[in-house]
Every structure is written in structure tokens, then in C-alpha cells.
């Protein structure tokens, strides 16, 4: 059974950080580009950031470049985004995404295949 779980999210002050899993079961995330999406209430879903499969090659939104970074660990068929510098226009539900094949210097929600059910990330004092 094909499946992304998210963790790591929760509660956290501005400037604050957290680090989010995605952890893959049922395939292999190698041959996957893997993006992090979030949706902030009343919001539509964004695309933050993506991770290819074939060199590592990252791109980020501009809303978090600078502050955020992702990063895979195929021997733990996981990737991870390191948040930092937390501000509360971040708090959103998070979500990773698998995608055979995604086109580079963007994360389109609509080339991804698999979807993790979702981690709350707040951002408040």
C-alpha cells in the first residue's frame, strides 16, 4: 500500500523552527520528486518546496527562500523540511507529495500522484 505520512508539526513562536518528516511506504522515493505543499484556512493550497529525484535539485516559493530547506534521505526513504525563522503567516496544514515526473523550478500540485494525509504547523506567541 502506497503511502506518505507526515510529522513533526505543532506549535511554535515566530522566529521559532520545526522539522518535518515525510516518511514514504509501499514504493520507493528515489525515483520521486517530492514537494511540500501547505493551506492556511480560507486559503488555496501553495506549493513551498520541491526536491528532485535525479541531482537533488531544490526550489523553493519566495514566501520561504532563505528560511526553509529540504532535503532527502533515501536509506530512510524520507525527505525533510527544515523550517526556520518562523513567522505566523507560515501556519498552515503541511503536506508532502510524490510525483514520477515534475517540472523543474516549480511545485505544481497537479504532477504529484501521492499525498500525505497533512502535518499542522502554528505559528503564534
Known amino acids: 500500500q502506497v503511502q506518505l505520512v507526515e510529522s513533526g508539526g505543532g506549535l511554535v513562536q515566530p522566529g521559532g523552527s520545526l522539522r518535518l518528516s515525510c516518511a514514504a511506504s509501499?514504493?520507493?522515493?528515489?525515483?520521486?520528486?517530492i514537494g511540500w505543499f501547505r493551506q492556511a484556512p480560507g486559503k488555496e493550497r501553495e506549493g513551498v518546496s520541491c526536491?528532485?529525484?535525479?541531482?537533488?535539485?531544490?526550489y523553493y516559493a519566495d514566501s520561504v527562500k532563505g528560511r526553509f530547506t529540504i532535503s532527502r534521505d533515501n536509506a530512510k526513504n524520507t525527505v525533510y523540511l527544515q523550517m526556520n525563522s518562523l513567522k505566523p503567516e507560515d501556519t498552515a496544514v503541511y503536506y508532502c507529495?510524490?510525483?514520477?515526473?515534475?517540472?523543474?523550478?516549480?511545485?505544481?500540485?497537479?504532477?504529484?500522484?501521492?499525498w500525505g494525509q497533512g502535518t499542522q504547523v502554528t505559528v503564534s506567541s
Open positions: 507529495a510524490a510525483a514520477l515526473v515534475a517540472s523543474p523550478n516549480t511545485v505544481l500540485s497537479s504532477e504529484y500522484d501521492y
Open positions: 509501499g514504493f520507493t522515493l528515489d525515483y520521486y520528486a
Open positions: 526536491i528532485s529525484s535525479s541531482d537533488g535539485s531544490t
